[in-house]
């Protein structure tokens, strides 16, 4: 089952990279970045399961910076905001 897991977060991550190489997303975007955090999410916590170290360290960071990018979106699109 785990590996069910993993190989759907990984395909989150594929799918965002993919449609944003045929132009079908920008990296800007909330779609995009919802689908990085989700999957770099799912794969930092199989990491801290599995006890890996480097892939928790890459996933953990890809998942704040997609966290923060995020954040910063949703921020910048509230009503009233410049």
Known sequence: MEHVIE????L????????????????????YLLL???G?????????VDGDVGFLL??????VVSALALAKLLLR???GRP
């Open 7 to 10: 190989v759907g977060g990984a």
């Open 12 to 31: 989150f991550i594929l799918s965002a990279f993919v449609l944003a190489q045929v132009g079908r997303l920008t990296t800007t975007s909330l779609v």
């Open 36 to 38: 990085n955090l989700a």
């Open 40 to 48: 770099s999410g799912i794969l930092a916590v199989v990491a801290a």
């Open 58 to 63: 890459l996933e953990g960071v890809w998942a």
């Open 77 to 79: 699109s509230r009503p």
